[in-house]
């Protein structure tokens, strides 16, 4: 990229690729806004159908207004397609469901197991889901006439993501960046551009230590506490005093009392760290999966800064706090309207009236908090992670030969009935 | 207008960048490279208009598997195409009406949807509860069973969640048992009644699947006679008459389907569906009670209680609070009330227990 004072002095004639950005996100907000709440509207309309409508067009805005060294991309799926995986997702699961349902009534250890049985197996399903229906969305992805693929297998895929995520929590997040590294190199393994293998280059180390500081921020005082209190209380006598009904727990133990509002006040500290981290944590991950992505040859580097991220999730907040009092003065005009008009809640009709408006205000709200998030948090870093790529290696791109075939949506639509959709 | 203009084309099999002239012929155009070469020729009738962001046309080719790009930012020359092919819906009305048929009918499959919640589900849950064999009806029972004992068990270490097992408390277990063995003899049902009075401070009681009965100590504690407390077990055991908790599961079950599956989880709306459901089974439930309440007066007049006693009970619990509604709540009490006392035959009765066994039956949850 060349210096802005560069830019400046010398109008863009000769060549643009020289002095505009590699990568611009051409989207403007306002088209976005307009989208996502007609679509909101829509889906709550016919209770959830529309979804595969709005979808594919927040897709569209968004790949199309990307534009990489000159072309925009383009998105080529669509919501009939979407539909459809949803449909053959459901005659998948609809089974799946039935035989849990009678597995639970056995009484036997079947039926007490069949609980976390379930939820495991959801579990591996929704990350096999989440890699089909990346493949999906990368057949679906055109640059320059051809078009991304991505092979490997889902269950292996699955398996991989399942066995990290158990790792993950046992080492109480620490190795949450191998757990990133290693699946995000199985990913970029089998991603193609074309007949340009991708492959990821970013370490769990790097992330790690970049990461290191916020961890030991948020998980440090609640570690500290429960390490602290395995050694000071006397856990035999607290037990005895449990088992009495604990009316004079603070005689007792003293120690076990003042410990306990000790790992509240820490628990608390923990909460309020990780929610004032996560843009700086969001940041931190984008910027290191971004400059971990390669094709062939050609390298990217994301420049991105913290700062707008956390401007960002302020507006999100403000948005979100406007839209919430917004709701609250309708739904207490509409409550004077109703009582000015002599009408009881308590009445036989009144109880009805009263849960379906209680319906429609929940459905608004999280409707209207989604498209807030959508709109200004979803766009923004996509945005900032476009713009802040620098590409090394660039004619790599330029003789990429079409490979492979379109695939299916049925991952999405099963990462859609399970709920782990990504876009 | 421009009969030519310039673009960038894309030919769908390597992914260099060619800079060309376009021609528009008159039933085609032709993409022409820099040396002269035709690189491709589109008929009109075959032309596609695609995403692209603003100031960019980008057509392809309909049901073509190799997806060559042209692309257009002579403005222009844009509209001259558009002029020259009008199919290429540059306004997006088509599409637009294209849309509106799609939320129509979708509209029109969920307000089919929702009939079937209202109506198709509860019948078709009444007509295969008949069909769900004694033994499968038990299991279920024990399953809920526990899953509502630990819903209802909030107490603490020590105290026993059931009344009637301490010494001070046995005889009120024998009384109630006697109260229960008159309604069992006569209701002749094919599953065991068992039923427990249970530390919960609200006047309700709960029949499950399979013959569970839980009574709540503020229910007893009401109950200014056994008679009161024995009209309320009667319409309990119309409900296990009529297989209504069975009935509930299979509602509760085709209703999760129906609404939570197919209708996916349209951003987390999993609360809607439990919405949803609270609404739909509320309403379900009005004529169970009417039924249950009629089986009721029915085994009362049976057993010689008092059919009106039912009545009394349900006017003295009416009034508190509004959120445990819920689990007794059912229609409106004056008219279940009402309804009840036009059931009961006329006549006086003698008391269901004698004095002592009732004083008794009042301290069984005594212990603590």
């Known amino acids: 990229m060349t210096a802005p004072d560069v830019f400046a002095s010398h109008p863009p004639i000769a060549d643009p690729f020289a002095v505009k950005p590699q990568a611009r996100f051409l989207g403007s907000e306002r088209v976005l806004w307009w989208l996502l709440a007609r679509g909101a509207v829509l889906v709550a309309l016919t209770l959830g159908i529309y979804r595969f409508w709005l979808a594919t067009d927040t897709r569209r805005y968004l790949w199309s207004n990307t534009e990489i060294v000159g072309s925009s991309l383009e998105y080529t799926g669509t919501a009939l397609e979407l539909l459809i995986g949803f449909l053959i997702a459901i005659a998948v699961l609809v089974p799946v469901y039935g035989a849990f349902f009678i597995a639970a009534l056995d009484l036997g250890l079947i039926g007490k197991l069949s609980g976390t049985l379930a939820f495991l197996l959801l579990l591996l399903f929704g990350q096999f889901a989440v890699y089909r229906a990346r493949r999906y969305r990368l057949t679906r992805t055109l640059y320059r006439g051809v078009y991304c693929n991505q092979d490997g297998s889902g269950w292996l895929y699955a398996l991989r993501a399942w066995g990290w995520w158990l790792v993950v929590v046992l080492s109480l997040g620490l190795l949450y960046p191998w757990a990133q590294a290693s699946l995000e190199r199985y990913k970029m393994r089998h991603t193609f551009y074309g007949d340009l293998q991708g492959h990821f280059d970013g370490r769990g180390g790097q992330l790690f230590l970049r990461g290191l500081t916020m961890w030991l921020v948020i998980m440090g005082p609640p570690i500290a506490g429960v390490a602290f209190s395995l050694i000071a209380v006397d856990w035999p006598a607290l037990a005895i005093e449990l088992q009495r009904g604990g009316d004079r727990l603070e005689k007792s133990s003293p120690a076990a009392l003042a ?48 700062g707008p991220i956390y401007t960002t999730y302020l507006r999100f907040l403000g948005y979100v706090l406007l839209f919430i009092l917004l709701l609250v003065v309708a739904l207490l005009v509409g409550i004077g309207l109703g009582w000015a008009a002599g009408f009881s809640p308590t009445s036989k009709g009144g109880q009805a009236v009263a849960s379906v408006v209680a319906v429609v205000v929940y459905v608004a709200l999280i409707l209207g908090c989604s498209t807030i998030y959508q709109v200004v948090v979803k766009r923004s870093l996509w945005r900032f992670g476009v713009e802040s790529l620098v590409f090394t290696g660039l004619n790599a791109l330029d003789a990429v030969k079409v490979k492979g075939r379109p695939s299916s949506a049925f991952g999405e639509g099963l990462a859609d009935a399970l709920n782990v959709g990504g876009l | 207008m421009p009969r030519t203009g310039s673009g960038v084309f894309f030919d769908g099999v390597t992914s260099a960048r060619h800079d060309v002239m376009v021609e528009l012929g008159p039933d085609a155009l032709r993409v022409v490279a820099s040396a002269g070469a035709v690189l491709a020729e589109w008929r009109y009738t075959e032309l596609a208009r695609l995403a692209a962001h603003e100031g960019v046309l980008r057509l392809g080719r309909v049901g073509n598997d190799v997806l060559a790009r042209l692309e257009i930012r002579d403005g222009e020359f844009a509209a001259a195409i558009n002029r020259a092919v009008p199919d290429l819906d540059r306004t997006d009305a088509a599409e637009r009406r294209r849309r509106k048929s799609i939320v129509v009918l979708s509209m029109a499959a969920m307000a089919s949807l929702v009939l079937l919640a209202v109506f198709g589900v509860p019948l078709l849950a009444s007509q295969l509860t008949p069909f769900v064999p004694q033994i499968v009806e038990r299991r279920l029972g024990e399953a809920v069973d526990t899953q509502v004992r630990s819903m209802l068990d909030k107490g603490r270490l020590g105290t026993r969640f059931e009344c009637g097992t301490a010494d001070a408390e046995k005889p009120g277990r024998a009384a109630l048992d006697r109260l229960v063995a008159k309604l069992a003899a006569s209701a002749g049902l094919q599953v065991p009644l068992a039923v427990a009075v249970v530390r919960r401070r609200e006047p309700n009681a709960i029949a499950l699947p399979g013959g569970h009965i839980y009574v709540f100590q503020g229910l007893v504690a009401k109950a200014d ?23 509930a599961v299979l509602q509760a079950a085709g209703l999760s389907l129906l609404f939570g599956m197919l209708l996916g989880d349209f951003v987390g709306g999993g609360a809607v569906v439990v919405a949803a459901r609270t609404v739909l089974q509320s309403s379900y439930s009005r004529d169970v009670e009417a039924a249950a309440d009629t089986y009721g007066v029915g085994l009362m007049a049976k057993i010689g209680g008092n059919p009106r006693a039912l009545a009394t009970m349900l006017s003295k619990i009416e009034p508190t609070e509004p959120a445990l509604k819920i689990l007794l709540d059912h229609p409106e009490t004056k008219d279940r009330v009402d309804a009840i006392n036009a059931a009961a035959p006329p006549g006086s009765s003698a008391a269901l227990l004698d004095p002592a066994d009732w004083a008794a039956l009042k301290r069984i949850c005594a212990a603590r």
């Open chain 1, 259 to 306: 410990q306990l509002s000790a790992f509240t006040i820490a628990i608390g500290w923990s909460m309020i760290a990780a929610v004032v981290l996560y843009p700086a944590f969001q940041a931190v991950i984008l910027r290191w999966w971004l400059s971990g992505i390669r094709l062939g040859a050609l390298e990217v580097t994301s420049k991105l800064r913290t």
């Open chain 2, 225 to 247: 006679s056994a008679d009161e407390l024995a009209g309320v077990l009667a319409h309990e055991v119309g409900h296990i008459a009529h297989r209504d908790g069975t009935r």
